[in-house]
Structures are given as C-alpha cells and as structure tokens.
T-cell receptor, first 114, second 115 residues
Framework: GNSVTQMEGPVTLSEEAFLTINCTYT??????LFWYVQYPGEGLQLLLK?????DKGSNKGFEATYRKETTSFHLEKGSVQVSDSAVYFC?????????????FGRGTSLIVHP | DTGVSQDPRHKITKRGQNVTFRCDPI?????LYWYRQTLGQGPEFLTY????????KSRLLSDRFSAERPKGSFSTLEIQRTEQGDSAMYLC?????????????FGPGTRLLVL
C-alpha cells in the first residue's frame, strides 16, 4: 500500500536559517506529491505540489523536487521566518484520475526563533 | 470564493451525546471529503462524496458515524453516542474531480472534545 514517511520533529531553527524537511514515499503507481502546511488552530493549506518525476513545486520561497529514483520529495527553504512556524505534512495521491484518497505523513513541526 | 468553511469551529460535548458538523465546499467543487486528525498525526480519511453520492467509506467510520451531502453542495457529519476516543479535529476538503491535477482544499476544521 501507499505510505509517506517524514522526518520527526520538532525542527527548531533560527530566523534566516536553511530548512530541509525530508519526505520519502512508497506507492504502487505514479503518484502526485504534495506538501501541506497547518498553522496553529487552523486546517491544512496546500503549500506546493508536483505531479510527475523531476517536477519542482514551489511557493512562498519553499520548494520540493519529485525524485522518483529516490522516492523522495524533500521540502526546502533558503531562509526561514518566524511566520513559517507550523506543522508541515507531506502527502501523496495515487490514481489522479480515479479514487483520489491521499495518504499523509505524520507531520513535522517547525519552530523558528527570532 | 472564500474557500471551504466548517461549522462549528469548536464543539465540547458529553459522552453519549450526538453531534453534527457542517461543511460548505468551494462552490464549483463536485467532490467533498471528510478526515479525522488526532494530535501528532496526519489526517486520516473517513469518507468522500462525488456530488450527492457517497462513494467510499473508511473502516475508521464506525456505525455511529454518518455523513450526508443531500443536494451535492454542503455536507454534514453526524456522530451518535459520542465516545472520548472521538475527540479529534474533523477536517473537510473539496476538489474538482475531472481536472487533470486534482487538488484538495481544506477547511479550518471542527475541533471536537468529548468529556
């Protein structure tokens, strides 16, 4: 079956530090990959996505590249801000034209200090 | 469009009571999903609708849970005889099935606490 593994948190960084949150996946088909962000007390917001191998998703300074050879979709940001403090979820969906039921990772908490 | 909305945002109830949550999807979206999220976990799929038809239900969805989407627009999720283990965030999401890159958009969630 499908699964998503994220690095455990919390990840604690100082403002302007470089961020990497690792995500690897297992899927039977050719999934689409997503990163969602959840700010305290709120629902999930789509941060970025990639639908095929070697695609790079990017948004708000975050980016992630779909690596089929390593089954990875690591999230990166060159310079984090305090406002980036949130929980980040990696997710995949298989069968984009069929039964779209995404599989989420457990989430990685990011804490950014001034 | 203002996105997916959910009501109420918070609900505290006593064990054994029934609760009902509402979700209003993005207006042009034909698919609507319900998830449950517990602390420290990612969302877990409960059920989804395409228009008014409920197409799939997770084994997580016990007989005490029922969901409806009577007119293919808003949806309700009811939990009967609540238990403390039902305490969680209940998330709703919607999407447009038929677009090549189907993406789900989530509401803010309803946080349920069962005492």
């Amino acid at each position: 079956g499908n699964s998503v593994t994220q690095m455990e948190g919390p990840v604690t960084l100082s403002e302007e530090a470089f961020l990497t949150i690792n995500c690897t996946y297992t899927a039977t088909g050719y999934p689409s990959l997503f990163w969602y962000v959840q700010y305290p007390g709120e629902g999930l917001q789509l941060l970025l996505k990639a639908t095929k191998a070697d695609d790079k998703g990017s948004n708000k300074g975050f980016e992630a590249t779909y690596r089929k050879e390593t089954t990875s979709f690591h999230l990166e940001k060159g310079s984090v801000q305090v406002s980036d403090s949130a929980v980040y979820f990696c997710a995949l969906s298989d069968l984009p034209g069929g039964s779209y039921i995404p599989t989420f990772g457990r989430g990685t908490s990011l804490i950014v200090h001034p | 469009d203002t996105g997916v909305s959910q009501d109420p945002r918070h609900k505290i109830t006593k064990r054994g009571q029934n609760v009902t949550f509402r979700c209003d999807p993005i207006s042009e979206h034909n698919r609507l999903y319900w998830y449950r999220q517990t602390l420290g976990q990612g969302p877990e799929f409960l059920t989804y609708f395409q228009n008014e038809a409920q197409l799939e239900k997770s084994r997580l969805l016990s007989d005490r849970f029922s969901a409806e989407r009577p007119k293919g627009s808003f949806s309700t999720l009811e939990i009967q005889r609540t238990e403390q283990g039902d305490s969680a965030m209940y998330l709703c999401a919607s999407s447009h099935f038929g677009s090549f890159q189907e993406t789900q958009y989530f509401g803010p969630g309803t946080r349920l606490l069962v005492l």
